[in-house]
C-alpha cells in the first residue's frame, strides 16, 4: 500500500508542487521570524558584552519611576559626586569612576533637521579621555565647554566634520557646539548598536543631561587583584545601601541585551501572528487539494477496496501523501525562511546602524517548521482521508462516483460553529472575559467565526456563484464558466473561503482604523479650541519638545488671544503609575480643551494643587480636598491636594500639574503648545511669527487645528498600510487555491473538455471558459471576505463606543476595488489551466478514463 501510494505522489508532481506551496510560504514566515530574531538577539548580546568588557562593576541610582521598554525612555537617576568617594573607599576597589550617560542628546545636522534614530539610544555622555572602549579618529576629546566630540556613526548620519558649528538639543534648548573630536571602536566599528554618542565636558554634560552640576549617573569600578566581580558587586552594594543598583559587568551586559530581546519577542509574536494567518488559509487550499484528488481517484481508491484494502489503509495512503508533502514543504519552507530571515537582518542592521552577528539556524526555527508543516498538512488531510476510507468497492463500476452530497450535516456544523465564534467575540469585546483572557478570547472567536462562515459557505455558494456569473453569461464560454463555477458547491466554498480570510481581515482592520481616525478626527474638532498647535510627530522613545519660552514669546505676539505649553511624564501616585501633565497656564487649556468643572476650581493651579478628571477621581474615590503622593521621574516624592475635578472626555484625562512640578519631569520641556487668536484675526498673519520663534526647535513645527489633527492620526494610515503587506502572503495563498482548484479540475474535466472541444468550443473559447469560472470564485470569495470582515469591525467598533469610536466608517473605495483587484486576481490564477485546458488533444481527451 505504501508503495502504491508513493507511486501515485511521484506520478503527480505538479499536484504535489501545488499542494506544499502553501506550506513552504506559511513555514518560510514561521521560521523566517526565528532566525531573525536569533540573530539579531546575538548581534545585542556582542554589542553589549563589548561595551561592558572594561567594566567589572557597574554602579546607578535606582530609578524614580521605572520605565519599559514599550513605555518610553527611562529618566537618569542623578547622585552626588561624593557617592565616588565612597566605592572608591570599598576594600577592593582599584579604582571607580564617575560619568554622565543617558538619553536625549539630539544633534541638528546640516540641513537643519534633527539627526534621527529610529530604535538605538542618541546618548549624552561626559568626556574620559581613559576610556578603554572609545578609539579617536580624528581631533581630540572636548575641553572647553562649547566643545563635544561625537562618534562616527553621528557625523556619518549629520554629515558633519571636525572644526563645525552644530546645534544640540538637551534638557535644555539649543545651544551651539565645535566639534573637535570624532571617535568609534576597537575593531573599526562606527559606534556600539547604532548608538548616536555626543560627549561634552563633564560640568556641561552633568549640566544639560542631568540638570545641575555635580551628579553623575553611573560609576564604572575596576576590581583590585586577586578581588572577583560578585565579591565586590556585594561589598559595594553593602556600602551603598537599597537606594543603589551594584552589577556586574555581565549582569549589566545580559540585563541591557534582555530589554530589547523583550522587544524582540513582542515583533516576534507580530510576525507569527501573520504567519499563523497565512498557515489558516493553507489548510483551506491543501483540504480542497485532497477533496479534489480523493474525488478523482474514487474509482482507484475503489479498486485497492476490491481487491482487499482496508478502510484503515485508505486513510494511511492518504495520510502518507500528505505527510511526504509536509516534509517536503517544511524543508523547503525552512530554507527560504533562512535566507528571509538573513535579508531582514541585514535590512535591519542597515537602517539601524547595528553590527550584525552571523546568520545561524536555532532549533526552534527547525523544529517549529517540522511541526508546523506536518501538522498544518495531516490536520487539512484528515477529513479527505475519512472520505476516502468511505468508498465503497462498487464504486469502482460506476460512471459517476461523486454525486453531490445534502448540505444539511455541514450548514447545521457551520451555524453552531459561527454562534461559539460570536460568543467568543461578544465576550472578549464587552471586557467579560477577564483580564489577560480578553486578547485571547477575541482572537479565539475571529478564527471560530471563521471556520463557522466556511462551513456555511455552500450554503450561499451556488446562488450567489450563479448571480455573479451571470455577468459573464452573455456568451456561451461564459454561460459555461458560471455553471462549472456553481457545480460543486463544497469545492467553490472552500477556494473561496482561503481568499475570504485575508480580504476579511484587511477588510475588518480598515473599518475599525478608519472609525477610529474619524471618530478621533471629530471629536477633536469638536473639542480642541485653538486655532494653532505646536507639536512633532514622535518617532523613537523621547516625544518632540521645545523651548518653554516660545509660549511666553508667542503671547506677546499681536493677535494672539492666549497660548499655554503642556509637558508630560510617567510617575506614580499614591504608588500608582500613572500618565502626568503639566500647564503653564491653565485657565488657558481649559478653555483649549472646553473642559468643564465637576467639582473645585479648575481656572487655576498653586505649586502644590492638581486637578484629576471625574473618571479617575470616581475609580481612585478622590474628592477636592484629597492628599496624594506624587512621585515624578527626578527628585523627591511631593505631596499635592486635589484642588479641582473637571468633566471626563475621551480626548483629555488624568491628572493635571502645575509647571512648577516640571522640573522633576524625565523631559522638562513642552510637548505641545495651543495659541488661541483673537477674533477676526486670521491665522496667516500669526502662523510665521510662531514658526519664526521655533527655528531653534526643529523637532515640531507649528499648524493649523486641522493640520494637527490629521497629523496626529497619521499613524492609522501607517499601521493599516503594514497588516496590508503582511497579509499579502496570505491573499497569495488564496490565490494559489484558485490556481491550485482549476489545475486540479481540468485534469478531472479532462474528457468533458474534450467532448466540447469536439463538438465545436474553440480554444479561445475554452480559455474564456476556465477564466470565467476563476474570475466568478475570486470575486466570490472577495464579497463574502468584504461582508464578514465589515461585519467583524462593525462589532469592535460597536464594542469601542464607550471608548470615544462611535463612528462607524465603511470603505467603500476599498471595498470596490477589493472586488476589481479579485476579478483581475482570477484572470492571473486563471492562465496556467486555461492554457493546459485548451492545449487538450481531442481524441486523447474523449477516450480519458
Request: proline fraction near 4%; hydrophobic fraction near 50%.
Amino acid at each position: 500500500m505504501i508503495r502504491a501510494t508513493m507511486k501515485s505522489l511521484m506520478a503527480r508532481k505538479l499536484r504535489l508542487i501545488l499542494s506544499g506551496l502553501a506550506v513552504v510560504l506559511g513555514v518560510m514566515f514561521v521560521s523566517g521570524a526565528f532566525v531573525l530574531t536569533d540573530t539579531l538577539g546575538r548581534s545585542f548580546d556582542s554589542i553589549f558584552s563589548t561595551a561592558y568588557a572594561h567594566t567589572d562593576v557597574g554602579v546607578a541610582a535606582k530609578p524614580k519611576v521605572s520605565v519599559s521598554e514599550f513605555e518610553g525612555e527611562q529618566a537618569a537617576a542623578p547622585f552626588p559626586a561624593s557617592t565616588v568617594d565612597k566605592v572608591k573607599a570599598v576594600p577592593g576597589v582599584a579604582q571607580a569612576t564617575g560619568f554622565v550617560s543617558t538619553d536625549g542628546a539630539r544633534l541638528i545636522g546640516t540641513n537643519g533637521k534633527v539627526v534621527t534614530s529610529f530604535g538605538p539610544p542618541q546618548l549624552g555622555e561626559s568626556w574620559n579621555a581613559q576610556d578603554e572602549l572609545i578609539e579617536l579618529r580624528e581631533g581630540r576629546g572636548p575641553a572647553a565647554d562649547n566643545e563635544i566630540a561625537i562618534n562616527a556613526t553621528l557625523a556619518d548620519a549629520a554629515k558633519v566634520k571636525v572644526g563645525d558649528t552644530v546645534g544640540v538639543l538637551t534638557r535644555e534648548p539649543r545651544q551651539d557646539f565645535t566639534i573637535v573630536g570624532v571617535f568609534g571602536y576597537s575593531g573599526g566599528r562606527d559606534s556600539l548598536g547604532g548608538v548616536q554618542q555626543v560627549q561634552f565636558t563633564e560640568p556641561v554634560a552633568q549640566k544639560l543631561m542631568l540638570g545641575e552640576t555635580g551628579m553623575w549617573n553611573g560609576i564604572t569600578v575596576k576590581a583590585a587583584s586577586g578581588v572577583t566581580h560578585e565579591q565586590l558587586r556585594d561589598d559595594i552594594a553593602a556600602t551603598l545601601g537599597g537606594d543603589y543598583q551594584v552589577k556586574t559587568g555581565q549582569q549589566l551586559a545580559d540585563d541591557a541585551a534582555g530589554g530589547l530581546k523583550q522587544g524582540l519577542s513582542f515583533f516576534n509574536n507580530i510576525l507569527l501572528g501573520f504567519a499563523g494567518v497565512a498557515l489558516f488559509v493553507g489548510i483551506f487550499l491543501i483540504l480542497n487539494t485532497f477533496s479534489i484528488i480523493v474525488a478523482q481517484r474514487t474509482r482507484e481508491l475503489a479498486l485497492m477496496r476490491a481487491v482487499g484494502a482496508s478502510r484503515r489503509q485508505m486513510i494511511g495512503s492518504v495520510l502518507i501523501e500528505a505527510v511526504v508533502i509536509g516534509l517536503v514543504a517544511s524543508v523547503l519552507g525552512l530554507g527560504a525562511g533562512v535566507g528571509v530571515g538573513a535579508l531582514l537582518a541585514f535590512v535591519f542592521g542597515q537602517v539601524g546602524g547595528l553590527e550584525m552577528a552571523s546568520v545561524g539556524v536555532p532549533a526552534s526555527a527547525v523544529i517549529s517548521s517540522f511541526l508546523v508543516g506536518l501538522l498544518v498538512t495531516v490536520v487539512a488531510a484528515v477529513l479527505p482521508a475519512l472520505r476516502a476510507s468511505r468508498i465503497p468497492p462498487v464504486a469502482a463500476m460506476q460512471e459517476v462516483a461523486t454525486p453531490d452530497r445534502p448540505l444539511t450535516k455541514i450548514t447545521v456544523a457551520g451555524a453552531i460553529v459561527g454562534a461559539v465564534g460570536g460568543a467568543l467575540l461578544a465576550l472578549g469585546l464587552t471586557g467579560n472575559a477577564g483580564g489577560d483572557a480578553t486578547l485571547w478570547t477575541i482572537l479565539g472567536g475571529v478564527l471560530v467565526t471563521f471556520i463557522g462562515v466556511a462551513l456555511l459557505t455552500p450554503l450561499v455558494s451556488r446562488p450567489v456563484v450563479s448571480l455573479l456569473g451571470r455577468i459573464f453569461s452573455w456568451s456561451v464560454p461564459g454561460k459555461l464558466g458560471r455553471l462549472n463555477s456553481g457545480r460543486n458547491p463544497r469545492r467553490t466554498a472552500i477556494t473561496a473561503a482561503a481568499l475570504m480570510v485575508g480580504i476579511a481581515l484587511v477588510t475588518g482592520v480598515t473599518v475599525l482604523l478608519d472609525s477610529a481616525k474619524s471618530s478621533i478626527t471629530k471629536l477633536a474638532e469638536n473639542t480642541i479650541n485653538a486655532e494653532l498647535v505646536i507639536s512633532g510627530v514622535q518617532s523613537g522613545p523621547r516625544p518632540p519638545s521645545f523651548d518653554a519660552a516660545v509660549i511666553d514669546q508667542a503671547r506677546s505676539i499681536p493677535g494672539v488671544r492666549a497660548a499655554a505649553g503642556m509637558y508630560a511624564d510617567l510617575g506614580e501616585v499614591n504608588g500608582e503609575r500613572e500618565y502626568l501633565t503639566a500647564v503653564t497656564d491653565v485657565a488657558a487649556l481649559r478653555d483649549v480643551y472646553r473642559a468643564e468643572v465637576s467639582a473645585g476650581d479648575i481656572g487655576s493651579l498653586a505649586p502644590n494643587q492638581l486637578l484629576v478628571d471625574s473618571k479617575t477621581a470616581a475609580d481612585l474615590g478622590l474628592s477636592v480636598g484629597s492628599t496624594l503622593t506624587v512621585q515624578l521621574s527626578r527628585g523627591d516624592a511631593q505631596t499635592y491636594t486635589l484642588s479641582g475635578i473637571y468633566k471626563e472626555s475621551d480626548l483629555y484625562g488624568g491628572f493635571v500639574l502645575p509647571q512648577e512640578a516640571t522640573r522633576d519631569f524625565a523631559n522638562p520641556q513642552p510637548m505641545q503648545g495651543f495659541i488661541q487668536l483673537a477674533p477676526g484675526t486670521p491665522v496667516s498673519q500669526v502662523e510665521p511669527q510662531v514658526d519664526r520663534l521655533l527655528a531653534d526647535s526643529p523637532e515640531v513645527s507649528v499648524a493649523d487645528r486641522s493640520k494637527f489633527i490629521e497629523q496626529q492620526t497619521s499613524g492609522f494610515d501607517q499601521i493599516l498600510l503594514m497588516i496590508q503587506v503582511l497579509l499579502a502572503l496570505a491573499i497569495l495563498i488564496a490565490v494559489l487555491g484558485i490556481v491550485n482548484t482549476l489545475a486540479l479540475s481540468v485534469l478531472e474535466r479532462t474528457r468533458e473538455l474534450g467532448l466540447l472541444r469536439a463538438i465545436g468550443l474553440r480554444r479561445a473559447q475554452t480559455m474564456r471558459m476556465v477564466t470565467v469560472e476563476a474570475v466568478v470564485i475570486s470575486m466570490f470569495g472577495a464579497i463574502l471576505g468584504i461582508v464578514v470582515g465589515t461585519g467583524l469591525g462593525a462589532a469592535v467598533v460597536r464594542a469601542l463606543r464607550d471608548d470615544g469610536i462611535t463612528d462607524l466608517v465603511l470603505p467603500w473605495s476599498q471595498m470596490g476595488l477589493a472586488v476589481v483587484l479579485a476579478a483581475i486576481v482570477g484572470v492571473v490564477a486563471a492562465i496556467l489551466p486555461a492554457i493546459r485546458a485548451a492545449r487538450l488533444n481531442v481524441l486523447g481527451a474523449i477516450a480519458h478514463e
